[in-house]
């Protein structure tokens, strides 16, 4: 089943923006306190999450952070350039034999380098440790950058970084320095030290590609021997030793089966599509090996994906290393309980993740996404709704075109104790919405919790409204928000616009209703606290602000007589009692 095509326009319909939001001063509510709400249980005001996100085999080192002989390129919130799209919104430009030198955080023997060359070029970077030579190199390319969609308006040219990775060949103790030199100009980003366990031994009784004829070299094509494999493995294991295998072609009847690898730094799929299915009598395990493919671009109407379509109920994927595809997970068809862990979904065109309608009871848990080309993290109620689902602990970074986690409809979905951060154009960090994009389409309903999440510089300008998105949006797109939506223990720091935004994203003034803000920590917004734009209500409580640029609230619903954004102060709140007082003008970052 192929992924379909998904209209990516956020514009505003009816008004052309600057008269949309003159026209918006006279409903604008203030913000109304409740001098009979119940006092607030001790410590919510400025409750804040524990450490959200996933539990990651690496640590992490930013460029800037590290000794350099190259230039500092950012910060920049500008779409469509090499610093708006790095990790902290800068990077280090290294010119042909400058070096960039970091000392490791942690005692490793992989490194992970995220970075950006010049379009149609290529190059590397030797590594030394201590000045010695480790005789180890990571390979730069370009070819799976610059990606293009002229189709979804408001769009640039984008993804224009990308990672390597390299086993040393030796271990390298904490503290020990590691240099990087340049053969040709690249950009680098953020280092990722990791200690990689030794390969993974075949387990007993399983059935090896290799036995059915794969070629670990990957000169030859071994998609007959996996289909031989998963055919005589039925009900067991299927082994991928290591080695690099080519995969031509996509693999269907996947289910009671287990492909397992013996880790996802030694046994390498080389495929652009994997699994391609639209049904699947379920018990479907992918687990501890890489799926790398070719893909260069973004087509909407070719499978491109590491899994497209079904894995069947009672399915997982875990330890998986997936990269240069279009999505990683495009799911369809019944994939209910599935658990997908501990996984790295990296440098894809489009999303990490979609569950695509009638998922139910998936778990999304402890994955780290970055660099993915539209949502990383997305559920999506479309021909059926997404019930009962979690994302829970993941690591989202660097989304360059989308949202980091996104709930398009759905019933009862949690999103809980992730980390998103540096979300660039056409996205927040997390959005809660019922834009629907195509029919039948199932709009959010029962609860929605998100709680416990962090977001570290998320929110975006939206070139289409001409204005920005907020941190963490609730969107009466397409209809009313008629769900109960609970945002509990929020930490949100550096935010580059505003935090908490309520708006209908087309245009017509549809209501958020039902809303609850309880617990929140901000450091750093550089417009507001609250982005009011369209009819509603949401009761906030135990919010706690500092470094609030423009104002605490932003109250200008749209479109004129849509009625008005009734923010509702339940007490503990502090730090943002401003309004911002001119619907005629948007609040510039501070």
Not at 154 to 167: F, I, M, P, Y
Not at 417 to 429: E, K, M, P, R
Request: aromatic share 6%.
């Amino acid at each position: 089943m192929t992924t379909p095509a998904r209209p990516r326009s956020r514009r505003r319909g009816l008004l052309p923006l600057a008269v949309a939001v003159a026209a918006a001063g006279t409903t604008a509510a203030l913000l109304v306190p409740v001098s009979s709400a119940a006092p607030l249980p001790a410590g919510a005001a400025g409750r804040v999450a524990a450490a959200a996100g996933a539990d990651l085999p690496f640590t992490s080192v930013e460029a800037e952070d590290a000794r350099s002989e190259g230039s500092a390129v950012g910060p920049d919130l500008t779409q469509g350039t090499v610093a708006s799209e790095s990790s902290g919104r800068r990077a280090v430009k290294l010119a042909a034999g400058q070096s960039i030198t970091f000392t490791a955080p942690v005692a490793a023997n992989a490194l992970t380098v995220a970075y950006s060359v010049p379009d149609g070029t290529s190059g590397s970077l030797d590594v030394s440790v201590g000045g010695e030579s480790t005789g180890a190199s990571l390979a730069l390319t370009s070819k799976y950058s610059y990606v293009d969609t002229p189709w979804i308006v408001g769009s640039k040219t984008h993804h224009l970084l990308d990672s390597a990775r390299v086993l040393l060949g030796q271990d390298v103790a904490a503290g020990d320095e590691v240099t990087l030199t340049a053969s040709a100009e690249v950009t680098v980003d953020v280092a990722d030290f990791e200690k990689v366990a030794p390969p993974a031994a075949r387990p007993a009784g399983s059935v090896s590609v290799v036995d059915k004829g794969a070629d670990p070299s990957g000169k030859a094509d071994s998609t007959q021997a996996f289909r031989e494999a998963i055919a005589a493995a039925k009900g067991g294991v299927v082994w991928i030793p290591e080695g690099d295998f080519t995969v031509g072609s996509s693999l269907s009847g996947v289910e009671n089966v287990t492909l397992r690898g013996a880790g996802s730094w030694y046994s390498v799929v080389h495929s652009s599509s994997f699994v391609n299915q639209s049904s699947s009598a379920g018990d479907a395990h992918l687990a501890d090996f890489a799926v790398i493919g070719e893909v260069t671009e973004r087509n909407d109407s070719s499978p491109d994906n590491f899994v497209n379509g079904s894995l069947g109920p009672g399915s997982s994927v875990s330890g998986m290393w997936v990269q240069h595809l279009k999505v990683g997970l495009w799911l369809t068809g019944n994939n209910d309980d599935l658990v997908v862990e501990d996984n790295r979904i990296v440098d894809t065109t489009a999303d990490g993740l979609n569950l695509n309608g009638s998922a139910k009871g998936v778990r999304v848990r402890d994955n780290f996404l970055r660099n993915n080309g539209d949502d990383a993290l997305a559920m999506w109620s479309l021909n059926a709704t997404n019930s009962d689902s979690v994302f829970a602990s993941n690591t989202v970074s660097q989304p360059n075109l989308a949202n980091g986690i996104a709930i398009y409809g759905g019933r009862d979905i949690t999103v809980k104790d992730n980390l998103v951060s540096d979300t660039n154009a056409l996205g927040s960090g997390i959005a809660i919405s019922n834009q629907k994009f195509a029919d039948p389409f199932f709009p959010l309903a029962g609860t929605i919790t998100v709680s416990g999440n962090t977001l570290v510089r998320t929110g975006a300008l939206n070139p289409n409204w001409g204005h920005p998105m907020g941190a963490l949006r609730v969107d009466a797109y397409d209809s009313d928000i008629e769900a109960t939506v609970d945002i509990t223990d929020t930490t949100a720091t550096d935010s580059p616009y505003g935090v908490f935004e309520f708006v209908s994203g087309g245009g017509t003034g549809k209501a958020v209703r039902n809303v609850t803000v309880d617990g929140a920590r901000i450091d750093g917004a550089g417009t507001v606290v609250v982005q009011a734009e369209t009819p509603g209500e949401a009761r906030v409580s135990g919010v706690t602000a500092s470094g609030v640029g423009a104002a605490g609230v932003y109250n200008c619903p749209f479109p004129t007589g849509a009625g008005a954004f009734t923010v509702t102060d339940a007490g503990g709140n502090s730090g943002w009692d401003s309004t911002w007082e001119d619907c005629g003008t948007w609040p510039e970052p501070k």
